[in-house]
């Protein structure tokens, strides 16, 4: 029973863990607030959520507002991108549904394909963002490039991105666990699948040869970066 509770055993590291989740997803609410900052607070949250499950994680409210500061720049026009994208799908999905210009349904089928390949971006443009130093198009070019070449994580990453907010969102008695976890879970679900990618990308651009462009990190992803300071 005393190891059970243990400092370093597995239940007190859950525990501390879900604790800086709840933590963690109320300061990312807060830095949302206006929503143009949405895209540097979720980034922040990333980062600090990677930092975590690598044990590199410190104090949650100085790293937190460090990465936020940092990703202000790059983050918000690719936020605002992935934004003024899902409002014009969602425009259009209501004109089709609605159905007052008389087009047909099937209409939906190449929406719903949009939806579906925005989300798939949208699940590796964060933790993009969050860890390296990219220009907005280098960030949607990788995260094409990564959804594609990872597919069946994408379509994992895809599944805990909109189920668990879905069925959050949409029980009254699991309602209250959105604003405790709702943003942060997934985030956290996510990144242990995206974790490695981000390391073989990591170990792909310390591996450069002499003479190659600093911060190409593979044959195929060809955008110069720069890791962000820890």
Not at 77 to 95: G, Q
Not at 166 to 190: E, R, T
Not at 204 to 224: A, N, R, Y
Request: with cysteine; proline share 6%.
């Amino acid at each position: 029973m005393k190891g059970l509770f243990n400092p370093d055993g597995a239940v007190m590291r859950a525990l501390s863990d879900l604790s800086t989740l709840v933590f963690l997803n109320a300061l990312t609410g807060l830095f949302c607030i206006p929503v143009v900052t949405a895209g540097a607070s979720f980034a922040a949250m990333h980062y600090v959520i990677m930092d975590m499950i690598e044990d590199k994680g410190g104090p949650v409210i100085p790293e937190f507002r460090k990465r936020f500061k940092e990703n202000l720049k790059n983050a918000t026009p690719v936020w605002l991108i992935i934004m003024a994208a899902a409002l014009l799908l969602f425009a259009d999905y209501r004109i089709i549904e609605g159905g007052k210009l008389g087009l047909p349904k099937l209409m939906l089928i190449p929406i719903y394909a949009a939806i579906f390949m925005l989300i798939a971006v949208y699940v590796y443009v964060m933790p993009l963002t969050a860890k390296f130093v990219l220009s907005t198009r280098a960030v949607f070019k990788n995260a094409v490039i990564l959804a594609i070449a990872y597919l069946p994580k994408t379509f994992l990453m895809i599944a805990i991105s909109v189920v668990i907010p879905f069925v959050l969102l949409n029980s009254m008695m699991l309602l209250p666990l959105f604003f405790l976890i709702g943003l942060s879970l997934p985030a956290y679900f996510c990144a242990l699948v995206y974790l490695p990618i981000i390391e073989e990308m990591q170990r792909s651009k310390g591996e450069t040869k002499k003479g190659e462009t600093e911060g190409e990190i593979s044959s195929e992803l060809k955008d110069d970066i720069k890791e962000r300071e820890e």
